[in-house]
């Protein structure tokens, strides 16, 4: 928490998958506040382009999407190139198995919506690999 006040900070790409608007408007909100670079993408169409064009450090993936949900979509960035890339699951409160499947289905750490916006932005930079940013 006290590391994440210090001017040390390092800025990220974040690319927040996340189908409600108020959702990401608030995330990114506080994001872009921190000075990350913030890339949005409502659901799975593009994920793979985005993932490219964007090269993100982090990813955080809303698990209940239309279409494809946050599950299938990790599978695919898991089997693509990008497979190494950090991936945090947004999940539901009232959706209490969403948080063990999340960890058991490979994604890094989970948060909890509705997020605390005192802490939503020291618990994503917390995800954050700790050196090399990409190109
Ligand atoms: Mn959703």
Redesign the pocket.
């Known amino acids: 928490m006290i590391a994440a006040l210090t001017t040390e900070n390092r800025l990220a790409t974040i690319l927040i998958v ?3 608007p108020d ?1 990401m408007k608030l995330f990114s909100t506080l994001l872009t506040f921190r000075g990350h670079r913030v890339v949005q993408l409502p659901g799975g169409d593009g994920l793979m382009a985005a993932l490219e064009q964007a090269r993100p450090d982090l990813i955080l993936m ?4 239309p279409g494809q949900d946050g599950f299938a979509l990790l599978q695919e960035i898991r089997a693509s190139a990008h497979r190494d890339r950090p991936v945090v699951a947004l999940t ?1 409160h009232a959706m209490s198995g969403d948080r063990e499947r999340a960890i058991a289905a490979g994604f890094i750490g989970y948060i909890t919506k509705p997020i605390d916006i005192r802490t939503f932005p020291a618990e994503v930079e917390a995800a954050l690999p700790a050196q090399e940013s990409s190109p």
Request: hydrophobic content about 35%.
């Open positions: 996340e189908d409600s959702n809303d698990i209940q999407l539901a």
